[in-house]
Each structure stands twice: as C-alpha cells, then as structure tokens.
DNA sequence: CGCATTCGCCAC
DNA sequence: AAACGTGGCGAATGCG
C-alpha cells in the first residue's frame, strides 16, 4: 500500500495507491498543520510514503514525535531512473527533462521579511501548491522500473535511496550529541584563550613569532602559502610548494614550528570557535547529509563539514548522561564489495575471517600488510606508478577475477562509456568537449601533443569509472546497512525517534548510533545483523563477509579506528 | 567590490 | 617518495 502526499488547494490530499500503483480508494484531504497526525495514524508497516522530496515532508513530522516506516523520494528516484543504463529504453528515459529532474528544494526556514511578514498575517500563506502530480510520477518510475533490464536491482536502489533519505533527516533532527565546553577547553590547549574573529591566538603568534625569525623575515604571514615558499627559497630550502609532505622531508629549525602553526591553524579555522558557535546548538550539531550528494551515490553534507569531521575533535562528541555511542566501521569495505561483485572467491576466501590485507599477505602475492593495502587501494583507484602501481599486476595474477572487473571499467570510460555500480547507478559520461577534442586528436590533421593530451584526459576519466563501480556499490551496502538497521531498531524501539536508539552520524563506512546504555549491547548485535543483511540484499549468497570493529563509548574520540 | 580560482588540509 | 579515486571548506589571491 502507497500514500502519495501532494499539496494542492492549500493543503495536503493523500492518495492511496496499491503495490502496483493502481488507484486503491479516494484521496484524503488533510490540512497543513494536521498532517503529522495524519502521518502518525496512518503508518504501519505494509505502507509507503510517497513523496516528491523526503526533506520537505518528513522533519515536520519528526519535529511533532513521529516517524514513518518506509518511504519513497521521487526525486532520488528520478534522478536514478533517469541515468540508469538498465532503464535507458524505457518510458520515463524518453521524457522530457521536467521539474522532477531539478535538484531538491526543501522548505528552508528563510528568514521572513517584514513586507512577508504582514503578508503571512493577512493571509496565513502556507507552503505553495506543489507544480507537479506525484501520481503520476510515481506511476512512470515504477513503469521505468518494471521495464527496465533488471527491475530487481533498480527497486532494491530506490528503496535502498529513499530509506538513506529517512536516515538523513532523522540524523539531521536528532542531531550529533557535542560538548561545546570539552571542544572549548580544547581549543584553549591547543590556540590559547578565545580571540575574536581575524585575530590570530597567542599559541599560533607565538609560532608565528617564531617561523619569522627562523627565517629572518619580520614581515612574513604564515597563513600565506606564497609568502612562505618564497621565504623558504630566500632561506635556501629547494620546494615547490608548503605541503606537509613535503616540508617533512626538510632539515631546517623552521620545519617543525611551520608544521606545528598550520596543524593548529587548520584546527582554529575548520573547527574553532566560529565553527563551534555556527553549528553546535544546544548540545547538538546537526550535520545535514545530501543523499546521493557525490556521483557515485555516496552521500555528501552541506555545511559543517560533517563529512571531514577531524580525529582530533571527535572526544567533544559525548554522550548524553545514561547514554552511549555504538560506533561501528565495516573493515576494508571496498576491496570486499569488489571481491563480491566480482564474484572474486580467492579475494573472499582472503578476507574471510581476518583483515583482508592480511590474508593477501597469506595468498603470497606480497609481503607486508601495507603493500597489500597500498596496492590494493592502488588497483581500485588506478595507480601506475610508485610501489602501489608497481605492485598491483601481482594482485591481478592472485585475483584476476577483482582486477579484472575494474580493468573493464576503466577501459569502458577510457572510450567515453557509462559504467555502473552493482545495482545500476551510472556514471556520468564525458561532456562533449571531451569527445571533441578526441575526435580532433585523431582526425588527419591531430598532433602527436594533442593526442597524449586526449589520451592522458581518457585515463583519467578512466581512473573515475575504475573508482566509480566500487565505491559507488560500497555506498549501496552503506544504505542497504543503515536501512536494515533502522528497521531493526524501529521495530524493537516504536516511540519517538531520541527516546530510543536512534543513528547520529555516518561517514561511507562508518556508523555512530547514540543509545541508551542499557541497550548498548543489543544495538551493537543489531548493527551486526544489518551488515549481514547489507550483504545479502547485494550479494545473495555469495560467501563475502563484511567484519565490523564495533566499540561502546562515551566519546566518539575513544572509539577504536 | 564581489565572485572565481588556487592552495592546502581534512575525511573516507 | 608521492600520484591514485570521491568530496568540503577556508584563507589567500586573482580578476572584472
């Protein structure tokens, strides 16, 4: 049973619909402020919510106590449907581009002015009627679907989407416990005292000072990159640029302050006080994820940088007073998802029941664990060249079934083709200019200088569908993870989301949920069975596993990594 | 002056 | 020692 949500007239109408989208009754209309009560009496589990954009339905429902089941986002969904290569000859393929293919546009609680003000008093403007029919929408994506080369994978993909877009805004309400004080006291360790914005802290003058006289430069800003390569130069130092790196390498007495001033600097403008006082409130920074943000599926975030949340600033992530954190990371994702999809059995077989690196060790295509991992990383991301690229043909001989499948891959986008994840996420294909200037390289007046530009831009586009078919299926057994898990938590935890269990961070392959001490433990043996879930959803029987290392903490910074 | 680009670091 | 994927973000710098 569906219900599609629409605003029309001023309010909502809800629409049921069966399984196969055929009408199952009369609409229902509901009023604006009345829809979480009709939500909440109207969820169970053989429904779906059918709606054009999760993050602009759900928050007011969560905002009253509520929570639904499942959903679908027509919008994820369409922009899917509409790349996929399964469903490239289908209805929906054909249609022209429409407002379904516009990114989303959730109801952001501008700031009203005053001239809306007024406006909103004389007339209590609610949100305006929606453009578009969800219905019908709804209707051509399961066409799409049911037409498509493999309708199983592409309803396992939206589903899958639109559980992650029900994570996202319930992560986005719950929000990430933070200690505003312990970050503080770190800040004041690491900077000195709190200064005002565009002031430099005592602890980076004081290195500043210092970085000035090594270098005989009084007049030297350290947070300029080519003020300071020009004084290294002055001072004899042969760089190219100030990466660490490469500073490093170098023997100088300015080396060590110059790394110590950029390490806090980067503290002090990524997540100092200005972050500190933008994004936590209340206790709680509320990352804000985009679902399907990055090409590949994987998710991005917008603002906060919750994506790049520094080791160094996670022991301010405390849990709440009787609470935990469940932190759970898969190990070696990635090699793993390619072993599977491959259907790889000796790459399985050596991550069956240990690091994965470990057992290429075991297989004696190399001898260390780190040129296992270096190599393997290298295979998935194309290295050529360094130990990585010198060592992946020997993995290609132990797993020539893995290397050879992201081989293809890269071939595919060396020749301009779409690739796709397991589940039939396509990549993009080159722009045009891409393919012109090919054409020219190799027309009868191309240059052998344009041909090894067109041939050095064809590897690279190569190297991101070689990444594209792994990472974009790790990020499907991401989603298929925190879907199971939240269905296993709903189920033994009905109430309000906080009240329970409930997700509170995601990094790719790495899931923070906040808890209840006392069910610590059966969250923890949940987040198992959902990996265990994730992996047969994608991967049926195939004997792959996906270890987790899980820790219980009271802070995300004492988490194992 | 605002906007775009570059540099460099953070995460996976 | 650094070349090998996906991103966000902030300060400095370049440009119209």
Redesign the pocket.
């Known amino acids: 049973m569906h219900l599609v949500l629409h605003r029309v007239d001023g309010g909502v109408t809800a629409t049921p619909l069966t399984d196969a989208g055929e009408s199952a009754g009369e609409p229902t209309r509901v009023d604006e402020p009345g829809l979480p009560a009709f939500v909440a009496a109207h969820d169970a589990p053989d429904v779906r919510w059918v709606w054009d954009d999760t993050a602009r339905w759900y928050p007011a429902v969560l905002a009253a106590g509520g929570r639904v089941g499942r959903c679908v986002d027509l919008r994820l969904c369409r922009r899917i449907l509409r790349g996929a290569l399964a469903a490239r000859g289908t209805v929906l393929a054909a249609a022209p581009v429409d407002t379904w293919d516009a990114p989303g546009q959730e109801a952001r609680p501008t700031r009203p002015t005053q001239a809306r003000l007024f406006d909103d008093a004389l007339f209590a403007v609610g949100p305006a009627d929606d453009a578009a029919d969800p219905v019908t929408e709804f209707r051509l994506q399961l066409d799409a679907i049911a037409t498509s080369t493999t309708p199983g994978a592409l309803r396992l993909l939206t589903t899958a989407e639109s559980a992650g877009a029900l994570v996202a805004a319930e992560i986005l309400h719950a929000g990430l416990p933070w200690r505003a004080d312990v970050h503080e006291r770190l800040l004041e360790q690491e900077l000195g005292p709190r200064v005002p914005?565009?002031v430099r802290p005592r602890r980076l003058e004081e290195l500043a000072v210092e970085i000035r006289t090594h270098l005989g430069d009084p007049g030297l800003?350290p947070?300029?990159?080519?003020?300071?390569?020009r004084a290294l130069r002055a001072a004899g130092l042969m760089v190219?640029?100030?990466?660490?790196?490469?500073?490093q390498?170098l023997e100088h007495p300015v080396i060590a302050p110059l790394?110590e001033y950029?390490?806090r600097?980067?503290?002090?403008?990524?997540n100092?006080w200005?972050?500190l006082d933008?994004w936590v409130q209340d206790g709680r920074f509320h990352p804000?994820y985009?679902v399907g943000?990055?090409?590949?599926g994987?998710w991005?975030?917008?603002?906060?940088?919750?994506?790049?949340?520094?080791?160094?600033v996670r022991s301010a992530v405390v849990a709440d007073e009787g609470w935990a954190f469940v932190v759970a990371?898969?190990a070696q994702?990635e090699p793993r998802v390619l072993a599977a999809m491959a259907g790889d059995r000796a790459m399985a077989t050596a991550g069956d029941g240990r690091d994965l690196y470990d057992g290429v060790v075991a297989s004696g295509a190399v001898e260390t664990r780190?040129q296992a991992k270096?190599a393997m990383?290298?295979a998935?991301?194309?290295?050529?060249?360094?130990?990585?690229?010198r060592l992946v043909p020997r993995l290609a001989r132990a797993f020539p079934a893995a290397l050879g499948l992201v081989d293809r891959a890269a071939r595919a986008g060396e020749r301009g083709e779409p690739v796709t994840t397991l589940l039939g996420r396509t990549s993009p294909v080159p722009d045009e200019a891409w393919f012109a200037a090919r054409n020219r390289a190799w027309s009868v007046d191309g240059t052998p200088a344009q041909q090894r530009a067109v041939e050095g831009r064809a590897?690279?586009?190569g190297?991101?569908t070689?990444?594209?078919v792994v990472?974009g299926t790790a990020a499907e057994w991401a989603l298929a993870w925190m879907g199971s898990l939240r269905t296993r938590l709903a189920t033994r935890f009905p109430g309000p989301l906080t009240a329970g269990p409930h997700l509170v961070f995601f990094?790719?392959?790495?899931i923070v949920v906040h808890t209840p001490v006392e069910h610590a433990a059966f969250v923890a043996e949940q987040v198992r069975a959902a990996a265990v879930d994730a992996g047969r959803l994608l991967f049926r029987d195939f004997p792959v596993v996906f270890p987790l290392s899980v820790s219980t903490v009271r802070d995300y910074g004492a988490a194992k990594?």
Do not use: I
């Not at 943000?293 to 590949?296: A, I, K, L, S």
């Not at 998935?380 to 690229?389: F, K, L, S």
């Open positions: 914005a565009g800003n947070d300029s990159p080519a003020d300071v390569l190219s640029s100030t990466r660490k790196w490469e500073l390498e790394l950029k390490k600097s980067r503290l002090l403008t990524a100092g200005a972050w933008e804000k985009v943000g990055v090409v590949t994987r991005a975030a917008d603002g906060g940088g919750a994506m790049q949340l520094p080791k160094t990371d898969a994702l780190q270096g990383l290298g998935m991301y194309g290295a050529t060249q360094g130990d990585a690229g590897r690279s586009w190297r991101f070689r990444n594209f990472q990094v790719h392959d790495e990594d």
